[in-house]
Nanobody, 121 residues
Framework: EVQLVESGGGLVQPGGSLRLSCAASGFTFDDYAMSWVRQAPGKGLEWVSGIRWEGSSTYYAESMKGRFTISRDNPKNTLYLQINSLKSEDTAVYYC??????????????WGQGTQVTVSS
């Protein structure tokens, strides 16, 4: 059974930083590309970033470039998202998603439950 468990979210002031984690189990982690997707209050799902199975290439939504960094530690079966210079607009539930293949396609077969990020003074 595929399981994706996000953690690392919380309340942070504008300008602060967070490192989100996604612990994966139930599948061969390094066979698959992975992504982060978020949903802000009252808005739809927004793709944030993706990474190939071996981490050789990363992909970002245009609006995410600069402050967001995706990475993975395959021996630990863990995906990360570093967010710097947080803004109120970053407030959202952040989800970890498993791609359907090792080369990033943007098609997702499994999702985690999400971790809440709240940016406020």
């Amino acid at each position: 059974e595929v399981q994706l468990v996000e953690s690392g979210g919380g309340l942070v002031q504008p300008g602060g930083s967070l490192r989100l984690s996604c612990a994966a189990s139930g599948f061969t982690f390094d066979d698959y590309a992975m992504s982060w997707v978020r949903q802000a209050p009252g808005k739809g799902l927004e793709w944030v970033s993706g990474i190939r199975w071996e981490g050789s290439s990363t992909y970002y939504a245009e609006s995410m470039k600069g402050r967001f960094t995706i990475s993975r530690d395959n021996p630990k079966n863990t995906l990360y998202l570093q967010i710097n210079s947080l803004k109120s607009e970053d407030t959202a539930v952040y989800y970890c998603a498993k791609d359907l293949e090792g080369g990033f396609s943007g098609a997702f077969g499994s999702w985690g439950q999400g971790t809440q990020v709240t940016v406020s003074s």
